[in-house]
C-alpha cells in the first residue's frame, strides 16, 4: 500500500499582485505561511508513518514544503521538473497584460504541443517533465509521499499517476485551489491506482 499526497503551494506573492507565475519566482504571503501550517497540521494527522517529501524548487513551492517538513519531521527534496508550466516572455507582466496576449487553441485541436506565449513550455513538456519526475520519487518505495507543486502542474501529476500517456494529457485539468491536497492511493493487494480525494480544502477553514 502507498499514498502520494499532491500539495498546491500556498499564496505568493505575485497572486496578491495579479501578475503571471509560472516560473517567475515570489515567496509566500503571510495569509499563504498560514496556509502551509494549516497544510502541514492536516498532513500531519493524515500520515502515520515516515513520509518523504519532494517539491519544485520556486520559492513558493519550497517554502510551504519547509513548513509542512517540519510538521512531519522530514527534510525536503528540491527537484525542479515539479516546478509549474514556463510561460516564457510572459512571466511576472501583469494578468490583464497577459490576457490580451494569450495565444488561443489551434484550430486543428493540437493542444499538446500548443504554447499559448513565446517562450511558454507545451502541455506535452509540461507532462513529460513531471511524469519523470514521478517515476524516479516512486522508484524509492515510500509508503507515504507528499509532492508539493503547482496548480496547473499538479494536474499532470495526478495523470501520471494514473500512467495516462502524455499523449491523451491534451485536455485533462484539475483546478486546483492554493494548499489544497490530493490524496492518491495504490492498494497493496492488486496495485490498482485511485484518487481517493481531490483538491482537498476544507483543512484551510477556520
Known sequence: MSNVFVVTHAQSLHHVERRVGGWYDTSLTDLGRTQAEKTGRFLESAIDSDA??????????????????????????????????????????????FIDR?????ADGNRLDHRVY???ESRREVAERVGAALTDILVKGARDTVIVSH?????????????????HMGYCNFPARLGSVTKLHEDERFGNRGVSYICRTDHLED
Open 102 to 106: 494569450i495565444k488561443p487553441q489551434p
Open 118 to 120: 513565446a517562450g511558454a
Open 151 to 167: 496548480g496547473f502542474a499538479s494536474t499532470f501529476i495526478v495523470m501520471a499517476w494514473m500512467k495516462v500517456p502524455a499523449e
Open 52 to 97: 518523504q517529501i519532494f517539491s519544485s524548487d520556486l520559492r513558493r513551492a519550497a517554502e510551504t514544503a519547509e513548513i509542512i517538513g517540519r510538521h512531519l519531521h522530514e527534510p525536503v527534496t528540491l527537484d525542479p521538473r515539479l516546478r509549474e508550466m514556463s510561460y516564457g516572455d510572459a512571466e511576472g507582466k501583469p494578468q490583464d497584460w
